[in-house]
């Protein structure tokens, strides 16, 4: 099947033939959703090299578990899903780690809390440009957990709230308060850079993607 075919499967039948082996429908799915699961991962764990790991696992458990999807959740959703469930074990592991750590005396972590202050003016665009996305990224890493990652998937991802309630198994209530506050304490430390830079944070670049495919494939 060419590509222009498996790019207008369905979720479920673009399943049913990474279930069935069709060559180049497993690397169809990855590309697609690479950004969202990425950025949901990265979220979580606000650490790029594990998030890219987690996005790994989630394709490898998707990719064994393609012939039991029924659609009863869109692809997007579900694989979301996955990839929330993989970050938020990691995520606690890590903190039983740093928990023991802290039992060491001399060891010390850098505060989660503290956010970096904006740099002085840079006399090139391209500076500004990459200090700005810096200072957004560095913001929403600040948020707490569950704001930062219903903050991500709504603002950065443009999921809905009915989306993103089931990605994360919270009811759509809870995401409009979550992503109320989170959008207030935003704001509040970007003032007007906030709308207009927001939507390039945690940017997605084709080396990342080739990576994280040839990583799955190489897996499979």
């Known amino acids: ?35 969202r699961l990425y950025r949901t991962a990265r979220s979580i764990l606000r650490d790029e090299a594990e998030a890219e790991d987690v996005v790994q696992e989630a394709y490898l458990l998707a990719y064994r578990k393609a012939a039991s999807f029924r659609g009863e959740a869109s692809l997007a959703t579900w ?47 391209a500076a500004l440009r990459a200090e700005a996305r810096r200072l957004i990224e ?5 948020l707490p957990e569950r704001l930062r990652t219903v903050f991500v998937l709504r603002a950065v991802e443009d999921m809905s709230a009915v989306e993103t309630a089931a990605a994360l198994g919270i009811p759509e209530a809870t995401v409009r308060s979550c992503f109320f506050r989170a959008r207030a304490m935003l704001r509040a430390a970007l003032a007007r850079d906030f ?5 390039s944070a945690f940017a997605f670049d084709g080396l990342r993607c080739d990576r994280i495919v040839a990583a799955v494939l190489a897996r499979v």
């Open 1 to 35: 099947m060419g590509r222009v075919a498996l790019s207008a499967a369905s979720g479920p039948e673009l399943m049913a033939l990474v279930a069935a082996g069709e060559p180049g429908a497993f690397e169809m799915l990855m590309r697609t959703h690479n950004q």
């Open 138 to 142: 560095a913001r929403i890493d600040a």
């Open 79 to 125: 694989l979301t899903r996955i990839v929330v469930n993989e970050a938020s074990g990691r995520l606690r592991r890590r903190q039983r780690r740093e928990g023991i750590l802290h039992l060491v005396p001399g060891s010390e972590e850098e505060s989660m809390d503290e956010v970096p202050e904006a740099a002085g003016g840079a006399p090139e665009q």
């Open 195 to 199: 709308d207009d830079a927001a939507a």
